[in-house]
């Protein structure tokens, strides 16, 4: 959690993005110069299957405040059904979080492909504005990690 | 300990612009482990490489952290550029500080900070890299093509040409396929015979084709290069290399009345069969189901006429095991079963046919000699029905959701050839849509409407009624009219949906390819590989893929080949060093890994272990092939014990990249 | 002997919470007692004992030793030490005061933990008399009378009063800071209960259990008996019956990487575990039969042969009604005596 | 059921059929039985038991026992029997070795039942017509059976057999139970009811891993939570997050796997109700992909292992019901 001069809340947010499409994506939005909030930070996983739940819960331990997973779309997957896998595990560890009460809008999937960029920008100002109206992640985080 | 460089680029402005790349080549010097940070104008230089080649070598850099732009565009050169200055490239990671950094934010204290907090998220992961090498793996120079229809002649054919080694298996005693079957084609209305048996008969030649007919794949084994593929040869119970196809023994069998499966049932064979005139290769075979020798013991007249010595009672079935180093599957399709049809009394009415059942009924060398009449009573119809769509874009499970894709023109072509040949008959054709995208396609279809009359009617017939007359009812709605139709006709016609053929998903079980609900072959991907499977190696031909014509299908036969003479000229592939790995110790046999591996990279074998009590014991672990893993990491989260982890985006590394940006 | 109306139990709570951290046991939902921190209006457990037992008030099952502050690459060594403040536990039964005593012979022991020293010498232990045990409790077996509890005061109760009184200074404190509460009484009708209570106790299924054939010489004994397999045979190497333990006492260090520095903590661990004191070399007891027998040579032989024959365990019987699949140092026992 | 179940252990061992027998063992009391292995018919005659209290699911000592010479006995309830063709799926059992008696399953007893009533100093439990007589040190006391019933076996699944060589007494059916009732009860609370709810529960976590070390789904040979390379290996939870992710984790590695067979809260010491994390997975997975029951077959694949082309998107979870 950062938070700057107006001590408007700044969320953390982890995006993990498949290399073949949304970090392509991401890219491309950049390359667009498309703006998007720097409360994003993306980590390069080759595909979206490669997203172990145990990441997710890693990042809102050591205090991020939302975690996004952005892969290809059903059907594109470069592995062909890496997405597919991604879909379900993801639904049913989403659905988890929400059973056990943590803010379902804290985590997302989106599907972004190399060629929408303003897709992948705009997908990051809703998600970090979602995040921010929830505040700061306090029901998984990990006191041990706060920061002082 | 680890000795990290890092190299800060300034692409010019564009980085520099919004970022401070001097604070931030400074506040990664303080990195644990990174003794050397610098920033530069153009990292990707030739004197930026330099740059980086020479602290690899002045500070025997364990590892190399550029934050530039994407690794999309340049981690090859910085891994090229560590290779040559002999650190190992997978020693190297990119910070991505441009495309998603500073051409995002204009605000350079947040852009810094950012940019600084994506590069301690390299650090971290570089700290946990470890160096990788691509394998090598050998290419088997020869070819398999799984079924013998045009679409695997073709592919065999082109292979041959480059100079490879190919054989074709086909389980039926002849090559040829369902185009053998067929009379003419569209949208030229040449006859199908005339340019398919040159082919056959090139194949037959080409010494680089091996052709086994009457013959299944009953096993593969192994990966891209190298395939192991056990083969069986049925026993046809005629030696083929003395048989000479003089036809003596189809003539003198006394058991002539097997239906004639060439000519759709409408004639009869011989027990002893040469499919048909043209067949390749021309070898009598004898089929077991109806031989009286073979079933009890008592003939024997066409081993006493045949002048070569070539029958022979106790062949049995052969195995032969051969390499490959591609594998082509062109297993083709068939008309969908109609039984569950009854609306459309297939089976009460012998009038009632099928479009492939036409196709024999109009042919030259089919049961009637080319003369169409109706298989009940012999006459020439003279109103005849066309019903399309029978099976295809159905949504109820008694078809296929699917567009069978064909049959709007093979439609057409039978409607004109009917009323060019028999100008007294009226034919009538009821469809959904008639979808004619194709090179000269819609001109042959407005042909038939416009040239010849046929009558184009949309709307679905509800019920074909046979009459006591021999006349049978149609009864329709004509939806653009708005009224219902009653036609006594003299024949109907049913579009019926094709499905791939029943030995494709055992196949596919076997080679470890997808296949899509229907059955049908799934491609690597839809749009950039659509004639590769996402399996290495392993290529698609023709229909098996999806419903085709002729002309797509010779198109997609071609393109299969060149890939596979792509693979075939390589003496040895490299490797993606970035594949998933197990740990042996850990893993418990469970075989998720192995389900939702789409490569089919991952087997099981039994290993024996020394366990930590001190026993051996023999357990049952995962092994994956590195030759075909293409490191998509969806087996290290199936994996629930955490035994199977990824070059290159290890859990650690991840984890590690999430630490350090939360920090 | 002094004592209070039960009925009066709050008011004792309140008085003592006023100025000190009072911990009673209270029942949960779930049906389990634990103690918790009193607030006005909690009730006092009629529970026989906690699930968890009382050690974590001076051996917590995690804590954390030491802070190291990492910035870049320069490390601050940082005390986390702080002078515990005082602290009350009221309701300790017998069998777990006993287990304090166990727990002290480990901890106080040259070299001394100052950590547990610490909370140790800050807490006060009132226990409270058994009336009602249970068929699992055998405290008796290692010489505690459920009826008399040891720990700095100990409370009586005869159903309608509670009796206390002192067994030390800090037991006294405890109760001149709440004598005003308090009034003389009559202890006939106690002592009528507390024999009752002997009574029973004598009539529990366990209650002919005896020590006899163990203790710190019986080592080659036991070592190599065949028993250990089929005991051990169905152990599923969880941490319950450690856990539950008022006198399990082993630990391990471990560092925690909060991003920001390291924290080193300690935490219970469990001899039935497979990593416990893994070294470099790899693990010193190799399968779940070693691990097992280590656990109950450790209570009955070596523990004693350490200390003067006393046993590790207070036969609390937590570990009889918590284990999984049933085993415990009864059975073991029964297995291994020789009659 | 007792005596018959000897008696064919007995025969099987005779006739040289099987080897050894797992079973259970009587214990101090009425209600302590262990798992234990039986070689002999005397061992058999003298401490084999079968009763209201016999409720441990026996089938995950087979992944050890199985791969030891020789062929075992196992006596299998209901419920064992999909425990036990989930592991064959897994290949972490060999079939060939282990001969299977379907054996007619619970209600079971759950003895901190009769405890939380108040009832203690236990020396036998009766079952009178379905009300228990109980002896105590202090006097005999009653109870209705019902009330004494393991949680696990109130909300029975199925009285059926997924697997067996043979079956001893009568072929039950699959029970139309109630058992995702609590689930729904937990999902139609707000969120911050939710989150109380279950940090009141894992707070009582005491991570003695019995949960874990039970259930015939974990079978890991080295669990990512002992581990020091997972990253996410811990021993005791030091923090809130610690026990919210051994628990989400745990019932996500059995997620598709798991069978309900509930032994993960009946061996909590702390009375958390784990198996509704579980269930919770079990409900989503029949909601989203139709429905599943792991154990009910050795071939179908696990749900997460599969996909469907048209299957729902992740923010069906979004969509669901009131925050």
Known sequence: ?148 | MQRIGVFVCHCGTNIAATVDVKAVAEALGHEPGVIVSQDYQYMCSESGQNLVKNAIKEHNLTGVVVCSCSPRMHENTFRKAAASAGLNPYLVEIANIREQCSWIHKDIASATEKAIILGKAAVAKVHLNAPLTAGESPVVKRALVIGGGIAGIQTALDIAEAGFDVDIVEKQPTIGGKMAQIDKTFPTLDCAACILTPKMVEASQNEHITIHSYSEVSDVKGFVGNFTVTIKKKARFVDETKCTGCGLCTEKCPMNKVPNEFNMGFDNRSAVYIPFAQAVPKVATIDPNYCMMLKTGKCGVCSKVCSVGAIDYKQEDKLIEQKYGAIVVATGFNPINLDKYDEFAYNQCPDVVTSLELERLMNAAGPNGGTLLRPSDKTHPHKIVFVQCVGSRCDDSKGKPYCSKICCMYTAKHAMLIREKYPDTEVYVFYIDVRTPGKNFDEFYRRAVEQYNVHYIKGMVGKVTPRSDGKIDVQASDLLANEQLHIDADMVVLAAAIEPDKTARPLATMLTTQMDTNDFFTEAHPKLRPVESATAGIFLSGACQGPKDIPETVAQASAAAAKAIGLLVKNSITCNPCVAHSDELMCNGCSSCEKVCPYGAITYIDKEFKMPDRTVAIRRVASVNPAVCQGCGACTVACPSGAMDLNGFSNSQIIAEVDAICK | MLKISLDKLDKLFEAVSASKALYVPTDREDGGAEYRKYESGMKLSSALNTVRSAKDFFFPQTENLVDFKMDGKSIEVIDVREEAEDFVIFGVRACDARSFTILDKVFLAEPVDSYYKNRREHGTVVTMACTRPAETCFCGTFGIDAASPEGDAACYSDGENLFIEAHNEKGQKFIDSVSSLLEEGDTSKLEETRSKTREILKKLPLADLTTDSFGGDKLNEYFNSDKWGVLSESCLGCGTCTFVCPTCQCYDIKDFNTGHGIKRFRCWDSCMYSDFTKMAHGNPRLTQLERFRQRFMHKLVYFPANNNGEFGCVGCGRCLSKCPISMNIVKVMKALEVK | MQEAMINKAKQLLADGIVDRVIGWKRGEFVYDITPAIFETAEELEKDFVYDDFTAANVSKYLVKESKKEGKILAFLKPCDTYSFNQLIKEHRVVRENVYIVGIPGGPKLDAEKIKEKGITGILSVKNENYTLKIETVYGEETMPFYEAVLDKCASCKSKKHMIYDELLGEEGDVLDSNRFDMVEKLENMTAQERYDFWREQLSKCIRCNACRNVCPACTCEKCVFDNPDSGIENKAPADSFEENMFHIIRAFHVAGRCTDCGECSRVCPQNIPLHLLNRKFIKDINTFYGEYQAGEDTTSRAPLNEYKQSDCEANIVHERGAE
């Open chain 1, 1 to 148: 959690m950062q938070v700057n001069e107006n001590k408007e809340f700044q969320p953390l947010i982890v995006a993990f993005c498949c290399n073949w499409c949304s970090y392509a994506g991401a890219d491309l939005a950049g390359t667009n110069r498309l703006n998007y909030p720097d409360n994003i930070k993306i980590i390069r996983v080759p595909c979206s299957c490669r997203v172990n739940p145990m990441f997710i819960l890693r990042a809102f331990q050591r205090g991020a405040d939302g975690v996004i997973l952005c892969g290809c779309h059903p059907g594109d997957c470069h592995y062909t059904s890496g997405n597919y896998f991604t879909r379900r595990r993801m639904t049913l560890l989403f659905s988890m979080l929400d059973f056990l009460g943590i803010e379902r809008d804290r985590t997302r999937v989106e599907w972004v492909s190399a060629a929408e960029g303003a897709k992948f920008a705009a997908t990051m100002n809703e998600f970090t504005e979602a995040v921010k109206k929830l505040g700061p992640n306090r029901r998984l985080e990990d006191l041990r990690c706060r920061k002082q």
